[in-house]
């Protein structure tokens, strides 16, 4: 018996992918904090960007507000009213 590897013997191997990532929502930069004893520093300031909503996402939103039940307001108990006197 001998160990040599024939053409249908292959390895395995997976292709090479890129790595998955996620968009940053933060815009990033640095600003000067200074304090009031004259001390300052560089500081990170992030941004977020504003949500922009799809039509899709708004007709969902309106929907399910349409749905939920209107709160209801309690209206103050009236006393009856006050028995009048009998005459006399």
Known sequence: MTDTKGNGDRTLS?????????????DTGTVRQSFSHG???AVVVEKKRKRV????????????????PAPRVAKPATPPPAPAPEPR
């Open 14 to 26: 997976t292709p090479t992918r890129k790595p998955l990532s996620l968009k940053r929502s933060v």
């Open 39 to 41: 001390r300052s520093k």
């Open 53 to 68: 909503l799809t039509p899709q996402e708004s007709e969902a939103e309106a929907k399910a507000a349409a749905e939920a």
